[in-house]
């Protein structure tokens, strides 16, 4: 008892306040994850993401949840979390030597931003916090609008600490970005379907 009792004091100060409060933090995101090896020379348009997650605005992060695990405000990013996110993977395409938005694309990739949410793992001086975010991506033929592919990816990140914060926060969201794109862009059906369709 004695042990869980020390990180539900501790671990819920990573992400809460004590009055509804919107916290302004950029993310400055650039992709840091492993080497992405993408020699395709495809012909890819990305469209505008879409955010369907319960938030008011799309530049929130996630929520801050009180000890009694209700909203008590939201950390906000600089821009939509989707606009971030297409915009490293858009970069991520371009680095792979493909050609984005061209007036010849042969293929499409839609996404939907699903959720983007934390576990708190407890532990004696220590815990765990593993940030998950959640995307639903579609290939789609721009001549026909026919689906070619659609899979839902998860992008995680885990840290450990004592005592959180923003930049604890901040590491685990700029983790899970990393992942996601790192997942999407390895997954070997969409890397066939964009071979077979986007050239």
């Not at 950029?26 to 090896?37: F, K």
């Amino acid at each position: 008892m004695k042990k869980n009792y020390l990180w539900f004091i501790v671990l819920p100060v990573l992400f809460t306040g004590c009055a509804f409060t919107v916290s302004k933090t950029p993310l400055n995101y650039s992709y840091q994850g492993e080497t992405v090896n993408f020699p395709s020379s495809a012909k890819i348009e990305i469209a505008q993401f879409i955010d369907k997650r319960n938030v008011t605005d799309g530049r929130i992060i996630f929520q801050k949840r009180n000890d009694y695990g209700e909203t008590s405000g939201a950390y906000e990013a600089e821009k939509p979390m989707v606009d971030i996110i297409r915009d490293s993977i858009m970069k991520t395409f371009e680095d792979a030597g493909d050609t984005i938005n061209s007036n010849s694309s042969k293929v499409r990739l839609e996404g939907d931003l699903i959720s983007n949410d934390y576990q708190v793992l407890m532990g004696f001086w220590k815990g765990k916090v593993t940030n998950t975010m959640t995307m639903k991506f579609r290939l789609v033929d721009t001549r026909t609008g026919g689906l070619i592919w659609q899979d839902t990816v998860f992008g995680k990140h885990t840290e450990e600490t004592v005592w959180g914060g923003t930049e604890v926060m901040l590491r685990m969201v700029k983790g899970s970005i990393d992942d996601l794109i790192y997942m999407l862009m390895n997954d070997k059906f969409f890397r066939q379907q964009l071979e077979m369709n986007g050239k």
